[in-house]
């Protein structure tokens, strides 16, 4: 009887191994994917008497992600931007993203050409990236993309710290001068639907060193969204003395599943300099005004009739007011 029990008892035991094993290869196979995404706009200006209107595609992403493990996984996109050079305004390619990432459940580490986590938070508190960027990017406080390595440790379910330490000068400058940022942030929801951002960076000698520092407070409904921003930045371009400021106000309001309206204050202010008559930033400061109607035809795609104001804070330049309808897809 023994003789007969042991085959039988090894039988179950190499078919449970085998059958476990076969279990934990289907858990997880290593697999990547494409994504792509595309701002495109229409719009009139208005300033001074004149008006100006055109076509764009203002953005378009396209990468891949992989993953290697459960834990390790890597990114790279690239990006086709529009920007001004010498007066005129041309198309132009970036390696946006280029990382390395090792992630679980309490602890995620990048490193690489890595995202700003800063602007990735506001622009998904905000939600409309399409139709204008977060104030303190568009403001030149700090960059969205760059060279470094970040991490994020979740210190339960309600709070996350985010640190990191870059070049500091973006995805478009990767030359070397020995000089580095060092990041830090937190995320707090403290409650359903209510979040706290906090975010501050240094970068610089002690002298005039560059200090940013940024308090964010939203309410995250599944429709109604609303919150504030403040942002500052001292020693701009570690220049000392060159500050600056700004307040965010903005809402969005559900008409349908499909339609809402969204709007958005800002207003950006600068310092007077020492034996200077006018703000360092002027040709900057002043109220920015964003509004519009967001419509979801389909999943991933949004179209958005909108209306963007500027009024300067220095009364020789002229207002400037913007009419445009702005798309955004991705896969």
């Known amino acids: 009887m023994r003789i007969k029990i042991l085959p039988v008892a090894l039988s179950i035991l190499v078919l449970s191994t085998l059958s476990a094993a076969a279990q934990e290869s289907d858990e997880f196979k290593p697999s990547g994917k494409f994504f792509g995404l595309l701002f495109s706009n229409y719009h009139t200006s208005f300033s001074g008497g004149d008006n100006n209107s055109a076509f764009e ?19 790279i996109m690239y990006d086709g931007t529009t920007e001004v050079i010498n007066g005129k305004t041309i198309y132009s390619g970036y390696l946006r993203n280029a990382y390395l990432q090792y992630s679980t459940k309490k602890f995620m580490v990048q ?30 406080m700090i960059q969205a993309a760059d060279l470094g390595i970040a991490t994020k440790i979740y210190a339960g379910e309600i709070l996350v710290f985010d640190l990191s330490i870059t070049n500091g000068r973006g995805f478009k400058d990767i030359t070397a001068n020995g000089t580095y940022k060092m990041s830090a942030g937190f995320t707090l929801t403290p409650a359903d639907n209510i979040l706290v951002r906090g975010f501050y960076d240094m970068m610089g000698p002690s002298g005039s060193m560059q200090r940013t520092a940024s308090i964010t407070a939203a309410w995250m409904g599944p429709g109604f969204n609303a919150g504030a921003e403040y942002f500052r930045q001292d020693n701009a371009s570690m220049t000392d003395g060159r500050d600056y400021s700004g307040i965010s106000v903005f809402a969005r309001l559900p008409l349908s599943e499909k339609v809402r309206l969204f709007a958005r204050y800002d207003n950006i202010a600068s310092v007077t300099m020492a034996g200077e008559a006018d703000p360092w930033n002027q040709t900057r400061d002043g109220s920015y005004i964003f509004a519009g109607i967001d419509f979801s035809p389909v999943r991933n795609v949004r179209i958005t009739p909108n209306f963007t104001g500027y009024l300067p804070t220095a009364g020789d330049n002229d207002n400037v007011s913007t009419i445009g309808l702005n798309i955004e897809a991705k896969f």
Not at 59 to 75: A, H, L, Q, T
Not at 111 to 134: A, D, N, W
């Open 111 to 140: 490193g690489g050409l890595i995202g700003s986590e800063q602007i990735s938070m506001m622009e998904k508190i905000f939600g409309y990236r399409f139709v204008t960027k977060p104030p303190i990017d568009y403001s030149g």
């Open 57 to 75: 595609v203002t953005r378009s992403y396209f990468g891949y992600d992989y993953s290697f493990s459960k834990e390790i996984s890597s990114r």
